[in-house]
């Protein structure tokens, strides 16, 4: 069976709330063991925690946020920003090493948390998603009333905090204040869930919080937000991320574009196209790099727009326009630093579209401009086969000879390395030892 | 008894002089044709012209490869060398447990295919058997060469298709890249716009991951 669009969904949604869980966990068990206050909340308590996040779709969607301010206000006094002083003084909250309170933050976002965890908008989680963080704010509630009997100590405050802001994560950083953002790393005085923190916010849409985690992370040298956010979307491409390593690009490409470094930006763009791409939507690539191509009329960044575009064009079958796309830039010598590029995908192109004489132009002048180009090695394989298809077996050696040994590890030495052994198994070839030529058995 | 006329000696010596002459005639003529009579002797335990129970093939192809050195007529060497090639290539009497010689029926194709080389229809003919012995071998390289010689002789576009398509399906067998090869061959050498058009159909069935571009392309 196939997952559905929507059930990849939830999948992922289940693996970032595992993340969260394990960010819970390292936070909330290591507090306690180091202070050794016999009260300390268990591992228990904090899986238990991460287990009603999973569980808990179904209720808290019939949970709004003011319905988990009254029940701090009843059950959890004590907390920063809680309207209600504790009435045993059982929790203690450590504030000082924060610079914002939980419950402020809560209080400040709640409304357009609700309205994201009911509506889903498209920059926000998913709602079942955001549902169940509302779900870990209640259970949380609810444990907070262990707490105010005096069973849980202050972890349990820590945990709480914690349950409070993650699910306003949810919410992009576009709606958080810059300094509310920045602030966040503080949540997380001990570090070790700062890696766990970082991925789930980059999963939650929450670029630039994550860029503020993974600061507070390598404290010693923070990176740089751009470069930070161009290494989080190749991450997240690779983990098919692809919603958030959007999300993280264009981030990075309207900060690269803000401080008018435009060759970082146009290379973001080219990662948002991808994931656009990945997810199935060609036309939202080409889309985007069509709309983005306007802004960057200058090489060399046209070139690397136009490249990104003829990709997007031909991996969408629109062989023709792609074709034309690297012509056009090849004799208009819009290539830039992307020549190579424009001539492969032209040679390619041609090829599929059975125009074997202008192919084999591009071809030639590939092979002069780029010898050493590990796409090169492509050029000689075809150049070959056809040779050997041909029954010209000297010409096909002599490619063939020339990707072992000037190209072994390009994917065309692969390729011709399993149709060589498929022909020897078949017996319909022999391999000299000594020189690699092949030779017919007929 | 009175001798006649027609009995006569005289007579009779010439009555008998014809016969005599046609009989010396036909022998004469009998060393001088071997091939013919090898070739009848050949026919007589061949299937297709004898009852089942008198096939022979061990034998037929016996005498007709002798015929084929007995220097027979160019329309005589061609139907042996038709009927080598079937009887070393297919099971001509089911049951009869033969042991077939692919390769040897591809050699009197080629024999063929080098004796018409005025006749396009026989010698695309001999091609396609060729291509189907050498198939039936698992000899690819040789078929795809026997089909490609079969498509450079134009024929009709229906036969043309078929073999365009046989020839794809011979060559994806070794490699899709080779099918590819073999398809962009066709393309830049023919000049008839139905074996270019033929040749483009299997071009975009070829797999898909032989026309991706690399992975690091515009990243």
Redesign the interface.
Known sequence: MTATPSSTRSYRAMALLAMAGCAFVSVASAGPADTADPAAPSVELVDEIAGKLLAGLESCRKLGTQAVLDLIDDDLPGLPGSDQQPKRGKVRVPSATTRVDALSLFREYAVEFDRAAKDGTPRTLSPELAGKFAAATRTVCEKGRLARAGILGEGTARVAELCFVLPLLAMPDSQWSAANTKSLPAWMTDGKGLPALERFALCAGRPLTAWSLASAREKAKPPGRVAYLCGATDELLEAGELGAARLTSTAGAEIAEAAGDSGTAAKLH?KTA?AFADAGHAEKAIKHLRAVALRFPQLPECA?IS??L??HL??DDQVASARDLARDCLDGRRCGD?KA?FL??HW?AC??L?E??NA?ASAREFLAAFPEH??AA?IH??SG??A????NDDEANRAFKLIRTTFPDA?AAR?LS??RN??TR?E??TVDAETGLWR?T? | MQSTPLHSPTRQLRYSLPAIAALALSAASLCADPASELIREARAVDCKYCACGAFDRADAIGLYERALEANPTPEQRLDVLWRLARLHGENLVPGTGQTLDL?QASTYCEAIMGLCKDDGKIRREAALAAAKYANAD?????A??YY?AAIAIPADPESTRRTIGALART?RI??A??L???M??L???HDSKET?AQ??VH??LADADL?S??KD???
Request: charged share 35%.
């Open positions: 080219l991808r690397t490249a990104g003829a990709r031909y991996d992307r590029e492969y995908l390619l090829r599929r059975g074997t004489g084999d590990a796409w492509d394989l075809v086969m056809r050997f298809a041909d029954g994917r390729r399993e149709f498929r022909l078949l319909l070839i017919r007929e | 390769q698992r000899r690819f390289l040789a795809m060469r490609n060559a070794l490699d890249s080779l590819v090869a073999a962009e061959h393309i830049a050498t270019k040749a483009m071009l975009r026309w571009l690399p392309f515009a990243r």
